[in-house]
């Protein structure tokens, strides 16, 4: 009896030495840090669950199909999904669902402005690309 509990001891401790250097697994068996081929994607939390087609306040007329439209005269933002105007103040970019002072007497359905692309919707902090918007899609 002493020396099949001492065997069954003797294997649990084997079992965790063997894991505890390096042989760590994750919750379905596999390496924690390797990838397997799969590609990880992040999305942003207010991504819709289905297609939507959005027709914005200041064009409700039209539809759209991406999350971001770009108004390079103004350098400013438009979020279809969270219905928010995102814009640079000189200190700080803000992002609120009023319009802001820039653009309250224009008419932003004559202006010209453009759909970003599709690999754009889950960047929440789409000012990280503003540079290359701004070279991108110049103002008229």
């Given at each position: 009896?002493?020396?099949?509990?001492?065997?069954?001891?003797?294997?649990?401790?084997?079992?965790?030495?063997?894991?505890?250097?390096?042989?760590?697994?994750?919750?379905?068996g596999r390496h924690p840090h390797r990838g397997h081929g799969k590609v990880v994607v992040r999305r942003s939390p207010y991504r819709p669950h289905k297609i939507v087609v959005y027709h914005p306040v200041w064009r409700p007329a039209y539809g759209y199909n991406r999350r971001w439209v770009f108004f390079p005269k103004y350098n400013l933002y438009?979020?279809?999904?969270?219905?928010?105007?995102?814009?640079?103040?000189g200190n700080a970019w803000i992002s609120q669902p009023t319009?802001?002072?820039?653009?309250?007497?224009?008419?932003?359905?004559?202006?010209?402005?453009?759909?970003?692309?599709?690999?754009?919707?889950?960047?929440?902090?789409?000012?990280?690309?503003?540079?290359?918007?701004?070279t991108e899609y110049k103002p008229e």
């Open positions: 009896m002493k020396n099949k509990l001492l065997l069954v001891l003797l294997v649990v401790l084997l079992n965790i030495s063997t894991k505890s250097f390096g042989q760590r697994r994750g919750p379905h438009w979020d279809n999904w969270r219905n928010h105007y995102y814009f640079y103040n319009a802001p002072p820039v653009i309250v007497n224009v008419n932003l359905e004559k202006e010209k402005h453009y759909e970003l692309k599709e690999s754009d919707d889950d960047k929440d902090a789409i000012n990280e690309e503003n540079e290359s918007h701004k």
